[in-house]
T-cell receptor, first 112, second 113 residues
Framework: AQSVSQHNHHVILSEAASLELGCNYS??????LFWYVQYPGQHLQLLLK??????LVKGIKGFEAEFIKSKFSFNLRKPSVQWSDTAEYFC??????????FGKGTKLSVKP | ETGVTQSPTHLIKTRGQQVTLRCSSQ?????VSWYQQALGQGPQFIFQ???????GRGNFPPRFSGLQFPNYSSELNVNALELDDSALYLC????????????FGSGTRLTVV
């Protein structure tokens, strides 16, 4: 069965530190890839998505992700985190016009 | 601010009861999906509706059912509630065929006691 793995359950960083959250998926065909963020008490918001083209995708709030097809990975990065980035981050995969399959999420805590 | 609204925001039900959760999709979105997010987990796909027909279903029993209406609203119905049904239920909508992500609602927190 198709699955999405997020390697870190909880990441704790100080402000200005760099961030990289890992995401790997198991499906070998054509996929669309997404990162969503869920701030405390709020709805899921789309950070960025990859459908095709340049594998380095830039999203909102300074986030970016790189699709590496050979590694089935779509890692999320940010050069310098802020306290306001404290949230839960979800990687998701979609095949063709199908549904989203989410990872279990990574909680990010940024210390001021 | 999301274009998808869900009601109610919180709900407490007793085991064995039935519940209906509602979602108003973003205008023009012809596809709506429902997800269950248990505590500490990522959202799990329940089913998807396209033009009022179910066109995809996850690993959920038949007591989870849904409806989509022409006015972009939809419902999730759960019969014979079990304690494990306690979760955040998310509605997400999009325009099928377009290359952008789903828009999610804020969810309904269901507690089964």
């Amino acid at each position: 069965a198709q699955s999405v793995s997020q390697h870190n359950h909880h990441v704790i960083l100080s402000e200005a530190a760099s961030l990289e959250l890992g995401c790997n998926y198991s499906y070998g065909g054509t996929v669309n890839l997404f990162w969503y963020v869920q701030y405390p008490g709020q709805h899921l918001q789309l950070l960025l998505k990859y459908f095709s083209g340049d594998p380095l995708v830039k999203g909102i709030k300074g986030f970016e992700a790189e699709f590496i097809k050979s590694k089935f990975s779509f890692n999320l990065r940010k050069p310098s985190v802020q306290w306001s980035d404290t949230a839960e981050y979800f990687c998701a995969v979609r095949r063709s016009q199908g549904n989203l399959i989410f990872g279990k999420g990574t909680k990010l805590s940024v210390k001021p | 601010e999301t274009g998808v609204t869900q009601s109610p925001t919180h709900l407490i039900k007793t085991r064995g009861q039935q519940v209906t959760l509602r979602c108003s999709s973003q205008s023009g979105h012809n596809t709506v999906s429902w997800y269950q997010q248990a505590l500490g987990q990522g959202p799990q796909f329940i089913f998807q509706y396209y033009r009022e027909e179910e066109n995809g279903r996850g690993n959920f029993p038949p007591r989870f059912s849904g409806l989509q209406f022409p006015n972009y609203s939809s419902e999730l119905n759960v019969n014979a509630l079990e304690l494990d049904d306690s979760a955040l239920y998310l509605c997400a909508s999009r325009f099928l065929g377009a290359n952008y992500g789903y828009t999610f609602g804020s969810g309904t927190r269901l507690t089964v006691v």
